[in-house]
């Protein structure tokens, strides 16, 4: 179990660095009407950069760690675990982009971060609570 | 937005593909290899795939943060699934959890 927990948070770092590689490509992709022909065209030219293949082995690899993580985890707390993801997201910003962060923003992530918690140990709670 | 909506659906029909397969495979020596073989992990993984364009599609129109607030539903999302499919406990702090998640998101657009 604690080894699955260890391959949560392993899927959530490759996951996040995944998501900072590809939103640098979306980034130079501004496409305004989207069409097959011109899906082919910003395909094309995705797959000649090196962000795309870093951010696609990065999603990749998050990937077989996740078949592992759910082997024992239920979906519903391996998918709480993944809100990480978007603290990473905050930290990252604020830290690296210089972003201003609004105090709402903040108060949106600890409800989101408590929640997590929360069904995370949604069984040591309910026993916690039910022992008293 | 119709690519975010899309690119939730398809997380999580690939999410139920995934963990079907891994509860059949979950005592196999084998592991991985059968569920690189299976046909629902092969299916999963191809959504997934489609799905990297889908993300790259919808965070070319909106932020990344709205983007992640947006797909933060599927946490909520993932507890009704979990409960149908794979008949998980549903509790009171998991619906607390689950209204602390919605409170996050809508505090988020105040």
Known sequence: ?132 | MIYLALFIIVTMFSQVLLKKASEKNAVSKSYLINMIKSPSVIIAYGCNFVNVFVWIMALSEVSLLFAFLSTSSIFILMIIVDAIFFKEPVNFFKYLGAGFICLGVIVNFI
Do not use: H, P
Request: charged share 5%.
């Open chain 1, 1 to 132: 179990m604690l080894n699955s927990y260890i391959l949560l948070i392993l899927v959530v770092i490759t996951n996040f660095i995944s998501q900072i590689l590809f939103e640098n490509l979306s980034q130079q992709i501004k496409v305004e009407v989207w069409s097959l022909l011109n899906l082919y065209t910003v395909l094309s030219s995705l797959v000649t950069t090196f962000y795309f293949w870093c951010a696609l082995i990065s999603f990749c690899l998050s990937s077989i760690l996740w078949i592992f993580a759910i082997r024992r985890i239920a979906l519903s707390i391996a998918f709480s675990m993944m809100s990480l993801n978007y603290v990473l997201i905050i930290a990252y910003t604020f830290f690296f982009l210089n972003e201003y962060i609004s105090i709402n923003q903040l108060i949106s992530c600890t409800l989101i971060i408590a929640g997590v918690l929360i069904i995370s140990n949604n069984q040591i709670l309910t026993k916690y609570f039910k022992s008293k």
